[in-house]
């Protein structure tokens, strides 16, 4: 349900709808008493689903609302119109940083000033204990004095309070913007994750487009937690050296090796810029016009107008031919060797190989091309590949032709076709138990696991999913965690959501297939308080001490495992073959 132009929300009058999204609603409107405009977001109804949400909503909220700063946007008031929460927020009249961009490149005074501005906010924001989530030029606001404002400050810590089923996407920031360790689903975010999301920024202000791009956020993730970053003055030779020097720190993929503070990074910024002979002020750079492509909203009916938005607006992005092309060969290169590197990557690894697993970056060989996916047929076209597109809303046609790719090697491609398909039946628990089941017959355990995942996640609170879905979740899951895409693709706050026991066991074994023993350990023994008698506790800790080379601590363990008939058959062959590992 929406809200109507002209409809009376508590004291404010809706003038106008400004813009939608994945997360919120934003709208216009008027507040007789005071004589002045306001913004309402209003959250997604499916925030709803959680009885106990509004609560966590309203807690959240009074939080952000604490912020005070003249480079936030401020929020006025919550408030609940017919069961839905929604937020009062300062209307800001102007445009997004990410429309002045597709104007054409900053000043030098303009990017002082988003450095100065933003940096002021995050900063101050930090000092509170409060993380943005979600830095990218569509929340950095301009208005009409030529003040700037960081909008949505919390929003996606305020979305993380509910139980929704929304999409991750629309919860854990914009793809071009996000941090490595928010692509992955980690938890425990840090100031680092905001520096990140700032530094792209500052990379796309200065180089003119940002890091990395492409056709789906499947593969701008994949590259933000894997590729290395593209250099700076290799995309733009005017880039300054030392600037490209402080934009690489920032960017690091490990947190421990970016800048501390957000104060840090300005200030190095800042002394870079002046030394390279660039002064903040009075000289403009020419850099190639903005290349940022992140979904937008649609066009407000302000003729341009700008209020504090989830999403800002924008006009259909302008590049030269040379960026195109060259965009399309760094692309080119990425989906080949992502691919490579993605292919038989669990069960291989399940009896814990000390000898570890080529970077991604390594290739092990092409996929094969499209005609050999189906040999037989008129021009090498796939039926499958045919059927999708002749039906693209059908999630079963997608699902067929994810299975294909999968079939052939293609991994990434059938994983980015199956979310396609996944999210065109979001409750279809006929259809996701096909789909499923599909991928656990391949043995395939990271698409298999996701979709168990979202079918789980289909019952309501007070109705359990069967206990076959649930034991097919845990096998899926545990068995994924091994996988080297396992945090990419799988969303660990949906499957916290429907067994957190299970969850940090399944953490625990990625971290130890990323060589983290002891924090693998550590989430183990997380597991365990919740849930001593977890079984997949057992067979992780047995994993641990074969890790640890101590194969005869982890003998009598996977021995009764084997053995034992409460345990599942899954976990018991797993175990049998672990044994017979020993000496």
Request: charged letters at 20%.
């Given at each position: 349900?929406?809200?109507?132009?002209?409809?009376?929300?508590?004291?404010?009058?809706?003038?106008?709808?400004?813009?939608?999204?994945?997360?919120?609603?934003?709208?216009?409107?008027?507040?007789?008493?005071?004589?002045?405009?306001?913004?309402?977001?209003?959250?997604?109804?499916?925030?709803?689903?959680?009885?106990?949400?509004?609560?966590?909503?309203?807690?959240?909220?009074?939080?952000?609302?604490?912020?005070?700063?003249?480079?936030?946007?401020?929020?006025?008031?919550?408030?609940?119109?017919?069961?839905?929460?929604?937020?009062?927020?300062?209307?800001?009249?102007?445009?997004?940083?990410?429309?002045?961009?597709?104007?054409?490149?900053?000043?030098?005074?303009?990017?002082?000033?988003?450095?100065?501005?933003?940096?002021?906010?995050?900063?101050?924001?930090?000092?509170?204990?409060?993380?943005?989530?979600?830095?990218?030029?569509?929340?950095?606001?301009?208005?009409?004095?030529?003040?700037?404002?960081?909008?949505?400050?919390?929003?996606?810590?305020?979305?993380?309070?509910?139980?929704?089923?929304?999409?991750?996407?629309?919860?854990?920031?914009?793809?071009?913007?996000?941090?490595?360790?928010?692509?992955?689903?980690?938890?425990?975010?840090?100031?680092?994750?905001?520096?990140?999301?700032?530094?792209?920024?500052?990379?796309?202000?200065?180089?003119?487009?940002?890091?990395?791009?492409?056709?789906?956020?499947?593969?701008?993730?994949?590259?933000?937690?894997?590729?290395?970053?593209?250099?700076?003055?290799?995309?733009?030779?005017?880039?300054?050296e030392a600037v490209e020097r402080v934009l690489l720190k920032a960017l690091s993929k490990d947190r421990a090796d970016r800048y501390a503070t957000v104060d840090d990074l300005v200030q190095a910024f800042k002394q870079a810029w002046i030394?390279?002979?660039?002064?903040?002020?009075?000289?403009?750079?020419?850099?190639?016009?903005?290349?940022?492509?992140?979904?937008?909203?649609?066009?407000?009916?302000?003729?341009?107008?700008?209020?504090?938005?989830?999403?800002?607006?924008?006009?259909?992005?302008?590049?030269?031919?040379?960026?195109?092309?060259?965009?399309?060969?760094?692309?080119?290169?990425?989906?080949?060797?992502?691919?490579?590197?993605?292919?038989?990557?669990?069960?291989?690894?399940?009896?814990?190989?000390?000898?570890?697993?080529?970077?991604?970056?390594?290739?092990?060989?092409?996929?094969?091309?499209?005609?050999?996916?189906?040999?037989?047929?008129?021009?090498?076209?796939?039926?499958?590949?045919?059927?999708?597109?002749?039906?693209?809303?059908?999630?079963?046609?997608?699902?067929?032709?994810?299975?294909?790719?999968?079939?052939?090697?293609?991994?990434?491609?059938?994983?980015?076709?199956?979310?396609?398909?996944?999210?065109?039946?979001?409750?279809?628990?006929?259809?996701?138990?096909?789909?499923?089941?599909?991928?656990?017959?391949?043995?395939?355990?990271?698409?298999?696991?996701?979709?168990?995942?979202?079918?789980?996640?289909?019952?309501?609170?007070?109705?359990?999913?069967?206990?076959?879905?649930?034991?097919?979740?845990?096998?899926?899951?545990?068995?994924?965690?091994?996988?080297?895409?396992?945090?990419?693709?799988?969303?660990?706050?949906m499957l916290e959501r429907a067994d957190q026991p299970l969850a940090l066991v399944v953490r625990g074994r990625a971290a130890l297939f990323g060589g983290k023993i002891d924090e693998a350990r550590s989430l183990l023994d997380q597991a365990?308080?919740?849930?001593?008698?977890?079984?997949?506790?057992?067979?992780?800790?047995?994993?641990?001490?074969?890790?640890?080379?101590?194969?005869?601590?982890?003998?009598?363990?996977?021995?009764?495992?084997?053995?034992?008939?409460t345990y599942p058959e899954w976990m018991r062959v797993m175990a049998k073959e672990l044994l017979d590992t020993l000496p």
């Amino acid at each position: 349900m929406s809200f109507n132009i002209g409809e009376n929300v508590g004291p404010y009058r809706i003038v106008e709808q400004l813009g939608q999204g994945g997360m919120a609603t934003v709208y216009k409107a008027y507040h007789a008493a005071l004589d002045r405009y306001v913004a309402l977001k209003v959250l997604h109804p499916a925030f709803n689903e959680d009885k106990s949400f509004e609560l966590r909503f309203q807690r959240e909220a009074r939080v952000v609302a604490k912020l005070e700063h003249p480079n936030i946007v401020p929020i006025y008031d919550y408030a609940e119109h017919e069961h839905r929460p929604y937020l009062v927020m300062k209307f800001i009249e102007g445009e997004t940083l990410k429309a002045r961009l597709q104007r054409g490149p900053l000043l030098s005074e303009e990017i002082q000033q988003v450095v100065d501005s933003v940096g002021a906010a995050l900063s101050y924001a930090h000092r509170q204990g409060i993380l943005h989530r979600d830095i990218k030029p569509s929340n950095v606001l301009i208005a009409a004095d030529n003040t700037m404002y960081l909008a949505d400050f919390g929003l996606a810590r305020i979305a993380q309070a509910g139980e929704s089923t929304l999409s991750s996407d629309s919860i854990m920031g914009t793809p071009q913007y996000i941090s490595p360790e928010q692509a992955m689903g980690k938890k425990e975010l840090d100031n680092g994750t905001d520096i990140y999301s700032f530094a792209v920024m500052l990379y796309e202000m200065v180089v003119g487009q940002v890091p990395f791009n492409a056709d789906t956020p499947f593969s701008i993730i994949h590259d933000h937690i894997y590729t290395p970053l593209p250099m700076p003055r290799k995309v733009n030779v005017k880039v300054p050296e030392a600037v490209e020097r402080v934009l690489l720190k920032a960017l690091s993929k490990d947190r421990a090796d970016r800048y501390a503070t957000v104060d840090d990074l300005v200030q190095a910024f800042k002394q870079a810029w002046i030394a390279a002979g660039v002064p903040m002020r009075g000289t403009a750079i020419t850099l190639p016009r903005s290349a940022a492509m992140q979904p937008t909203l649609p066009p407000a009916p302000n003729g341009g107008k700008t209020v504090e938005a989830e999403s800002g607006q924008g006009s259909k992005k302008k590049s030269f031919p040379w960026a195109i092309v060259a965009g399309g060969i760094v692309l080119l290169l990425c989906v080949l060797v992502g691919l490579a590197a993605f292919r038989n990557g669990g069960l291989l690894r399940r009896r814990l190989n000390p000898t570890p697993l080529p970077p991604p970056t390594q290739a092990l060989g092409n996929p094969p091309p499209m005609a050999t996916l189906m040999p037989g047929t008129p021009n090498g076209n796939l039926p499958p590949l045919d059927e999708a597109q002749k039906n693209p809303n059908d999630p079963n046609a997608q699902l067929t032709l994810a299975l294909s790719y999968w079939d052939t090697g293609q991994r990434r491609l059938a994983l980015e076709t199956l979310t396609k398909a996944a999210n065109l039946a979001p409750q279809d628990r006929v259809f996701l138990t096909k789909a499923a089941q599909e991928f656990q017959a391949r043995q395939a355990w990271v698409p298999a696991s996701a979709m168990y995942v979202r079918l789980a996640r289909t019952y309501p609170q007070n109705e359990s999913a069967p206990p076959e879905v649930m034991e097919a979740l845990r096998e899926a899951a545990y068995k994924a965690a091994g996988e080297t895409d396992f945090g990419l693709f799988l969303q660990m706050d949906m499957l916290e959501r429907a067994d957190q026991p299970l969850a940090l066991v399944v953490r625990g074994r990625a971290a130890l297939f990323g060589g983290k023993i002891d924090e693998a350990r550590s989430l183990l023994d997380q597991a365990r308080k919740l849930k001593p008698d977890l079984h997949e506790a057992a067979l992780l800790e047995a994993e641990i001490l074969l890790k640890e080379n101590r194969g005869e601590d982890a003998r009598p363990l996977l021995a009764d495992i084997s053995s034992n008939s409460t345990y599942p058959e899954w976990m018991r062959v797993m175990a049998k073959e672990l044994l017979d590992t020993l000496p």
